[in-house]
């Protein structure tokens, strides 16, 4: 039987792809403070104050905006904890998530 391991092998493998990526967006609400936002967006994704309030400002007057990409997992788990922050306090503050393209 003829040794085979020397030979090159079949290019049949797919080149693995790169992960598919989700936004995070905040949605705006006539409810929930400004600063809370603030601070979840700086508590939660980790922006500086800056940064935090560009994106609720924008939030603020577009109705939404997108605050980060991730992997789909971290998405969804970022997006419900800080949709559950500002439920605890009883405010609507929303964030959805939703696949790039
Ligand atoms: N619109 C809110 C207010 O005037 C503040 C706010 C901004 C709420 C952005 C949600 O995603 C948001 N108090």
Partial sequence: MSDTRLLPRPKTKAKPERP???KVILLNDDFTPR???VSVLKRVFRMTEDEAMGV???A???GACVVAVYTKEVAETKAQLATEAGQMRGYPLTFTTEKED
């Fill in 20 to 22: 598919q990526l989700w």
């Fill in 35 to 37: 600063e809370f936002v």
């Fill in 56 to 58: 609720m400002l924008t």
């Fill in 60 to 62: 603020h007057q577009r």
